[in-house]
């Protein structure tokens, strides 16, 4: 894993065989209409309620890819991952017929890329939680929002759960620091020792 250099990654990806669905996201989480709007000041009540923290257009700065269907879905994934240049979360419809379903599409994302973040998009009871949660390997990754949803909700989504991927990368690269200062650490105590031993040696002689 390579570490971060403090940038946060707002890529998103929408999956939705509908267009209407993608112009929805589109005019959401864009940042020209957010700069014009009460949106940014509505997330930042729901969010941090009267704790006075100041919420930036900036930090709502998403970059978001379109795919119609699950396996144009996962060839953008594969290619993001190729360029080292991952998505933070997707927004993946249940229903994409002639394809792949969102569930079968999410399966297929996670086994290539297991960090990204799921939102799960259902105007309908396609599958129960308990059926979700047995084929998808990842809950804490995934979250369910019913259709038609609300502006805010999606924001609120898009700016927690990329936060989340970010805070969680972060920690990994940490603990990933620590384990190369522990093993580099172990070394120079092996190395001590054995210098120790021959000096011990050398003195008896």
Partial sequence: MELLDGSPNNRILIVDDNAAIHEDFRKILNPKTLASSAAVDALAQSLFEDDGTKLEVDDLNFELTHAMQGQEALAT???????????????????????????????????????????????????????????????????????????????????????????RRQASCRMQDLEIMVEERVKELEQAKKSLQQASRQHGR
């Fill in 77 to 167: 994934v594969k290619q993001a991952l190729s360029a080292n240049n991952p998505y933070a979360l997707a927004f993946v419809d249940v229903r994409m017929p002639p394809g792949w379903n969102g569930v079968e599409t999410v399966e297929k994302i996670w086994e290539l890329d297991s960090e990204i973040e799921i939102v799960l998009c259902t105007a309908y009871s396609d599958f129960t939680w308990d059926e979700i949660r047995q084929r998808l390997r990842h809950p804490d990754r995934l979250l369910i929002l019913r259709k038609p949803f609300d502006a805010i909700e999606v924001l609120q989504l898009a700016y927690c759960l990329t936060k989340k991927w970010f805070l």
